[in-house]
């Protein structure tokens, strides 16, 4: 993949990111679920399809970025700390599973999830100095499982269209023209 | 694209399994010993012990800090009723009751906790 290319998907992804964490604060899950921190997590369907089409160290930069923006348009420092120690710890664990050859995206997802709010209780038990908010994590553990399924179903969905060759994301361009004829 | 691996795997099911064993381990390790009727609420902000309620007295208390809570006390129940944090997670907790149960505001750093009727005694407010 050219570096342009490659710029101009970051870019995009960013935005995409940027777009659908505000989006989900707009669906109210804590009213299903009444947890701090319960959340769809959306934004990872965009870390994950970057870590897949793009790699490990593109995803990384997208999600910094993201995580930077978010907090400016809202959420502010303390935002930041959260977003980033749940973010960076589901980035490395994904990027794990990523190379673990039994798991699919459904179970990187998913211990994604799980590192995610792993991490964020972390960064509440240093906020708050009490260990006692991680009686919260089973329960965001368990949502985890499910909210991470559901992203990992998009994910899937995401990446079957764009690795079609037409989309020319394959190896090879010259293919891509190929196929873009006979359609 | 070179091996996506979009489909379900039976390796997935152990990475669900993973995380089933520490949730239910970090549960029964967080689950109250003894006495599961709430005896007290206990108010922290920043880790520290603010306040000490009885839950069997009605009550209301502001809780102050970066953001204002109300914290109230009612038929051996505890909840915050009003909250201007951002989010509003503490209000959607709603009553609780139990020992063991807590109530956390993190733009507020607090924390409500209630203990149990054999915790009360040694914990000086």
């Not at chain 1, 870019?11 to 769809?40: D, H």
């Not at chain 2, 109250?32 to 009727?37: F, H």
């Not at chain 2, 306040?51 to 007295?57: A, H």
């Amino acid at each position: 993949m050219g570096t342009t290319k490659r710029l101009t998907l970051s870019a995009v992804m960013i935005a995409l990111a940027l777009a659908l964490s505000y989006a989900e604060r707009l669906i109210p899950l804590q009213f299903v679920i009444p947890l701090p921190g319960v959340k769809l997590g959306l934004a990872n369907i965009v870390t994950l399809v970057a870590l897949y089409l793009l790699g490990a160290r593109s995803a990384f930069i997208i999600l910094c970025i993201r995580c930077l923006l978010g907090s400016m348009f809202g959420g502010g420092i303390t935002g930041l700390a959260f977003s980033l120690t749940g973010g960076l710890l589901a980035m490395l664990t994904m990027t794990c599973g990523r190379k673990c050859k039994p798991l699919s995206v459904y179970g990187v997802s998913i211990l994604g999830a799980a590192a995610h709010n792993i991490g964020q209780i972390c960064a509440a038990m240093v906020l708050m100095r009490s260990y006692y908010v991680a009686a919260y994590l089973p329960y965001l553990l368990l949502v985890g499982l499910f909210t991470g399924f559901a992203t990992a179903a998009a994910v899937a969905g995401v990446l079957k269209i764009l690795s079609a060759e037409r989309f020319g994301f394959s190896e090879t361009s010259n293919r891509t023209q190929n196929t873009e004829e006979t359609i | 694209m070179k091996d996506l691996r979009l489909h379900f795997l039976k390796g997935d099911i152990l990475a669900i399994a993973a995380v089933v064993v520490l949730a239910v381990g970090l549960l029964i390790f967080f689950v109250p010993k003894g006495d599961t009727a709430g005896g007290a609420v206990q108010v922290y902000q920043d880790g520290k012990l603010l306040r000490e309620f009885p839950l069997n007295t009605d009550e209301s208390f502001e809780i102050n800090g970066d953001y204002h809570n109300t914290l109230e006390i009612r038929n051996g129940k505890v909840a915050i009723t009003h909250s201007d944090c951002p989010g509003g997670d503490c209000l959607s907790s709603g009553w609780i009751g139990t020992a063991g149960r807590s109530i956390v505001c993190l733009p507020n750093r607090v924390e409500i906790r209630i203990v149990g009727k054999s915790d009360v005694d040694f914990v000086v407010g």
